[in-house]
């Protein structure tokens, strides 16, 4: 299988700190994975990196040529960040997620309304288009979140712990949609922290604390020698002391570079 998304020594780092160090791989086209780790481990930060919203210090996110741009990644932020107090419709939400086809201020008609009310069926939230999203539940909010994931139809779909605060009847509904993405071909990634859902649900996992400890098939990365040296890495991992020494990419960064070799300045 071609790879969808390849990460090559990706280093991601806040104030010259690394949150995500030297971390190299591939997603499989078709793949579905589960990342996990402990708090601060970097998952956040490194599929945000792979939405194309954060940085990469160094090495590389390299994507499949026919899938090449971001705009066909879809990317479902850790606590949703949309604004549930801004006035917005849930149809203007579900919208978003074909907003290159209606451009800002396009009406919402023909063919693209049919999508929309499509994802909205799918997610148990037909009958909410004129709905304020400060009026519903958070469960209800992430159905309507998942309808413009649907209504976006990208070959990459990226969630930063979309289960998070929902109950067990919206989780079910939702790892149904996953499920179906993963039978129409698409790459789908998911941090996630409940282990018994990643075994029953995602076949691989790529298991991260700052570095990867591990990252193949679910039964294999989540022995407990590998939860164990991932919970053992967190501890380790100091923000003061994570310091990545490879010369001039960091340092730099942070406006510490030591420029020791004469050859950096020619
Ligand atoms: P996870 O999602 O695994 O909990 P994150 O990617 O959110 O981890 O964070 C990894 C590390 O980077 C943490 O130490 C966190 O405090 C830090 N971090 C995350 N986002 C920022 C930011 N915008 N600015 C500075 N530090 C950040
Ligand atoms: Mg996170």
Not at 32 to 42: H, Q
Not at 203 to 229: C, H
Request: hydrophobic content about 45%.
């Amino acid at each position: 299988m071609p790879a969808a998304l390849k990460l090559i020594d990706v280093t991601i780092a806040y104030h010259g700190h690394p949150a995500v160090h030297h971390v190299s791989g591939a997603f499989e086209k078709g793949s579905l994975t589960a990342i996990v780790g402990p708090n601060g481990a970097g998952k956040s930060t490194l599929l945000s990196a792979m939405a194309g919203l954060t940085r990469v210090n160094q090495g590389a996110i390299e994507f499949d040529q026919t899938d090449a741009q971001h705009h066909q990644i879809a990317f479902l932020r850790q606590l949703s960040g949309i604004n549930q107090d801004f006035p917005l419709r849930v149809l203007e939400v579900v919208a978003m997620g074909a907003w290159q086809e209606i451009g800002a201020w396009g009406a919402i008609k023909g063919a693209v309304l049919t999508r929309i009310e499509a994802a909205l069926a799918q997610v148990a939230m037909e009958g909410f288009e004129d709905r304020l999203i400060d009026e519903l539940s958070v469960g209800q909010l992430q159905r309507v979140l998942f309808a413009r994931l649907i209504v976006q139809d990208a070959p990459i779909i990226l969630l930063d712990e979309p289960f998070n605060a929902l109950d067990a009847t919206t989780t079910t509904d939702l790892l149904k949609i996953i499920h179906s993405w993963h039978a129409d071909g698409r790459t789908v990634v998911a941090v996630l922290h409940d282990l018994q859902m990643v075994k029953d649900h995602f076949p691989r996992t790529l298991l991260m604390a700052r570095e990867l400890i591990d990252w193949g098939n679910t039964v294999d990365v989540l022995a407990t020698a590998n939860l164990a040296r991932a919970q053992a890495n967190s501890l380790a991992w100091q923000d003061t002391a994570s310091w990545c020494h490879v010369p001039g990419t960091l340092e730099a960064m942070n406006g510490k570079s030591h420029h020791h070799g004469a050859h950096d300045h020619g």
